[in-house]
Structure formats: C-alpha cells, structure tokens
C-alpha cells in the first residue's frame, strides 16, 4: 500500500484480526451460489446500477458525516479472517468471472480499474472491472472512518485508478446483489505506474472483423454438423489467425469470448478427428481464457480420457460435477473403474461388473490391452502379446458388429454347430443387417474391409489398432467398396456361432451368429490360451492362462463341441484350417 495512513492501519488491522481468528461468527450464507463462477452469478448485475448506487450512497454521505463514532466494521467471519500476507508476485492472477461465490480464493490477485468514484456509508465502496470487462461493487470495510470527506475518499480511491485485490472474495449479499467484500485493508493494493489496459468500446471496423470472424464460426458450425471435420477445423482456424492478428483487439470481452468458443469447437473438431493431443491443446487454450468454460472442460476431460491420462481426467470431471454443479457422475464412475484397470491390470472379474453395471445407453470404451496384430506362418495375420500378461487379464474388449440377443449380462459360449454351418452363412436376414450396416457407417466398412482375405494371404494388410479403438474417419481415404462376394467372403470366413444359454442354463438356443471385427483377427488353434466373454454388448478377450510375450493369441474355434477327429477336421476346413 503506496499510502501511509492506510499501511499503519493494515498493520493494526492484521493484529486485530489474528488475535480474533477464533471466535465464530453467525453469517447469513446464500448455499445455492455457493461455489458458482462469478460470470454465471454477475449476469444479475449492471454496470449501471453499480453508478447509481454510488450516487445515492454519496447523497447518503452528508447524513452519516454527523456520526462519526459509528463502528466502521461488519461482521462477515469469512471475510474478517480473510487476510493475505504474500507480495502480489507470489500470487495467481485470476479475473472476475474466476471467482467462486461465497469462496475465498486463496493465494490469488485479481487486478481491476476503478470505474466510478469511491462512496462510503459504513463501508466504502467502488464500481471496479477487470480486464475482461467484467465489473461488480467493491465493498470495502476497515479503511476509513465514517465521517472521512469525500475529498479523502476521491484522493485515495480516485476514479481511473489500478487496483490488485488479494484473495478476492465474491460474497452473495443478503440483499441479492453480489460485491467483492474486502474487510482487510492489506488485501488491497494500489498498482502504480501504468494504468490497466483501458477497456475501450469496440470501433466500427474491429466490429466489421469480429462479425467476420463470427461469420466463419458459423461456417464451421455448419461444416461440424455435416460431420465434415477437416473443413470445419480449417474455417475455426483462419478465424482464430484473423482474430490474432487484431492485437490491439485481444482484451476485448467479445474478442476474447469468440476465442474461447473457437478453441473450444477445434478441441471438440479434433475429437472427432480422433487428433486427442490436439484436441487436448486446444481445450487448454480455450480454459487460460476462461478456466470456468464448461464445454471446454468437458472437452479437455474427454481428450485426456482418450490420451489414456485417467487420473487428470477424473479430476476435470470431478471440478464439473463439483464447482459447476454439472451432473458428469456416469462419467467419473468409468474414469475411476478405468484408473483402477490401469493400475492394478484389467481382470475378468472387474470387467464383468463394470459391463454388467452400466446401461445399455452408454458407450464403454474399447480397450486393447499389451497386444499387437502381426503376421503369423501359414495363418495368415494374427495377434500377439507385447509383454507377459497374467491369467484372467483381459487382452481385448471390443463391441460385437453383430451380436446375439439375450439377457446383456449373461455368458455365452463360443463354438461351431456343424449340422447349421450352411443355414448360418447363408443366412439371409444375417447379410440383409449387415449390408445395412455398411451402408450407414463409413468406419465400420473400414474395419471390415480388413477382414476380406482376397485371393492372396501374402497380400493381406495389417490394420493399425487405432482403427478399433476410435470412430475415427479421414475423409482423404480411399471409398471403400466390398461387393456382396466379398461380403459373404468376410461372413464365411469370420463370424462365429453362439450357444445362447437361458438363465438356468439347461436350455441351449444355438444358431445366433457373431461377428467381431478385432477379435476376428485371433487364429485357431487347440491348444487355446484365451477365452472369448460376452460382456453385454461387447466381446472380451481374456487370458486362460499366464502368456509370455510375443506369443500368439489363439482359441479353439471348435471349443465346445465333443467332436471325434474326423468331424473337427471336416468343420476346420470350411474354415480352410488343417489342424
Ligand atoms: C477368423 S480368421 C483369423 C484371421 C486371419 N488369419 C486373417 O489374417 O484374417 C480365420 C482364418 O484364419 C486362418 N486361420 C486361422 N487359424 C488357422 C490355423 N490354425 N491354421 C491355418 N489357418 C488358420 C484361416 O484362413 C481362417 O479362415
């Protein structure tokens, strides 16, 4: 504190209050904007009500001048205790809309400019904004005596001046309103030198820009909604470059809101392009604008999700569900299920609840474990452990492209009816489903297209794991056509029949086929090592025994039948496997 007066009284003001820091007082608390941003809980407020109040307050002035013994403090225990001891450099500049209501924000200085004279009934207070151009009352308790002229008010608090406030705290008021109530006169600092950046009105021609750059946002939006993501992400783009280049436009409120909200859609542009470090950069942009943005913080959770950072992603759900009072609790239950996968590996067990306790509605992540696709002697491709894994992990869990009906927690067996093989190629309301959904999914025919083995197994492409794990689309990739041959091809080749068991499990339905598109690439072999599961919708992989790495993944795809070795050789080789 530049002022002499004021130092002194700050010093007798910190005694004052360590020696009071025990005693508890009743304060009127307003729970429901607990914790609120200030952005969400100013929409009340008008700047220029915050000008008439300090006129009425001044014309108040001459009737308390009378009264100069009147106790200058008011009780607000939070406030009173609210001292801050460390130099402005060891804090953490915030602004306005940053503040949590009725919350101290400890260790942080919000800087703001004086905008209306200073008034004083028994409080003083003054119309302040940041460089946000947010604006509110600053309450001030403690600094000058009633009865002080309104010539040392305006000498101390003149209209224009710089002002750093240590641990801003917003209070919601009794009376509805909310100020930024400062009992402390050592939690106020006079910032000497220059001026913060005046906000000045926006001029005709950065408004002429600025609806440009809102006319690309909306250009973008139209480009997102019609799922073309690389021209969305190119539009949001030159408008964010447009924006730049205005420096002398950067602090504008509008200026800075249309960057947040540009970031925020490439981050979620990026998303869909399944480009999650991207998308995550740009989620973190967006938030040192604004670190309350709401969407980009769903966005910078989901992007950290995907970035397989579960830990950091729980905690920006767990700030939503919390600060915001956004219901994400579906969402922290599976970061919190998928952290402890992480940590202490994927057993059976924990998958199956996980997939027995979720809805059908939400989607569970794919999830590939230490495994990886390679080519494999006389089999063509198959899949292998990256390191040793331990029985009941689970290798794999993808959703079935095709899946039986039934009871979504029920366990199914895998195996091969030899007597239905031919009903269940050529199965017509099979292929009619499948057709269909090729036409509707551009990803889907992707991953399929992997399965079609043509003439030549030498020819065979190794598709990338990423291509299972996102709905990832590039629009610069070849138009996939497979033919009804290839189709039937990939059917005959690939799916794989079920015993569906009813509750009591004596009353076996066969016939209902399954068609997997990463599991499809596991090889056969008798002495199996991992067990396919049906969790719900999805399929897992799971290890019967412990696997060292590099080894090949294998299951019998005659598990489940008594078959004498005649038979299993005649239902191999509609399969082309000799065992
Ligand atoms: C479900 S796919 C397995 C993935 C396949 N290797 C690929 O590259 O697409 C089944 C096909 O793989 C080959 N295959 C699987 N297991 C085999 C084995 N033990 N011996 C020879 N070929 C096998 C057969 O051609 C069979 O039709």
Known sequence: MSDNSLDSLTFYFQQMMLQNQKREFNTQMTPVFDGMPARQALEVQDREEIYQRQIQIRSQYAFYQQSGS????????????????????????????????????????????????????????????????????????????????????DSNFPKGQSLAIKNPYLKHTSSGTFVLRNDNPGNLEKILGPPLKSIQPISEKDKNILNQCMNLKEQGNKCFESSQYQEALDVYQKALQMLQQQSQLQSQKE???????????????????????????????????????????????????????????LKVYETINNSHKKDVSKEIKELKQLLQFQQN?????????????????????????????????????????????????????????????????????????????????????????????????????KRLSYLYKGEDFKQLKIPDLSIYKYDYYNPEDEEIILTAQDIQQIIKFNSTQLQVQNELGNDPITNRTMLNLFTSLINHSSKQNVSLTRCGRYCAVVAMIDIKEGEELCYDYLNLQNLDTQERKKSLLTWNIVE
């Open 70 to 153: 009147v106790n200058n403090t008011s009780i607000d225990s939070i406030s009173q205790k609210n001292i801050c001891l460390k130099p402005l450099k060891e804090l953490k500049k915030i602004y306005l809309k940053d503040c949590l209501t009725n919350t101290v924000m400890k260790d942080c200085v919000v800087y703001v400019k004086q905008f209306t004279d200073a008034a004083q009934v028994i409080a003083a207070n003054i119309g302040v904004e940041d460089e946000m151009g947010d604006f509110i009352t600053l309450t001030f308790y403690n600094t000058f005596k009633v009865g002080t002229s309104l010539k040392v008010l």
């Open 345 to 445: 590996g994927c057993k059976q067990i924990d998958l199956l609840n996980f997939a027995a306790d979720r809805d059908q509605q939400f989607k569970l992540s794919p999830y590939f474990g230490p495994i990886k696709i390679g080519f494999t002697e006389n089999k063509g491709r198959g899949v292998f452990t990256t390191k040793e894994v331990k029985r009941g992990d689970v290798l794999a869990l993808e959703q079935s492209l095709i899946e039986p009906e039934g009871d979504k927690n029920h366990l199914y067996s895998i195996g091969i009816n030899s007597d239905k093989t031919t009903d269940i190629y050529s199965s017509v309301e099979f292929k009619i489903y499948l057709l269909h959904l090729i036409q509707e999914s551009v990803i889907v025919r």
């Open 255 to 313: 200026i800075v809101n249309l960057k947040i909200i540009l970031f925020s859609n490439l981050s979620q542009t990026c998303i869909n392009l399944a480009q999650y470090q991207n998308a995550l950069s740009f989620s973190n942009k967006a938030l040192e604008l604004d670190s309350n943005h709401l969407k980009s913080l769903g966005r910078q959770a989901q992007s950290l999700k995907f970035l397989n950072d579960f830990e950091k992603s």
